[in-house]
């Protein structure tokens, strides 16, 4: 990569993760009663809470499966085409 390409490289970068932590940032102040009560169905629940992603957000549900939710939980599989135990596709 040529120093061009990587100075706008690394400007794109720093552009990308400034708006997005303004935007994380800015969650904190939209956080209500709601979430409070979303947590408190979450812990009430007698059966299994199913909670998904993908990218990032899917190692968070994987950690908080076993962080802060304490219960036993495991990844599903992939849906991909050819996957025996894939429901579509």
Known sequence: MRWKEREAALECARRVLSIESRAVASLADRLDANFGRAVDLIFACKGKV????VG?????A????????????????PLRRGNP???SG
Do not use: M
């Not at 994987?62 to 599989?77: F, Q, T």
């Open 50 to 53: 199913i909670v998904t992603g």
């Open 56 to 60: 990032k957000a899917g190692s968070s």
């Open 62 to 77: 994987a950690r908080s499966r076993h962080d802060e939710l304490d219960r036993h939980a495991g990844p599903l599989p």
């Open 85 to 87: 135990r894939a429901t």
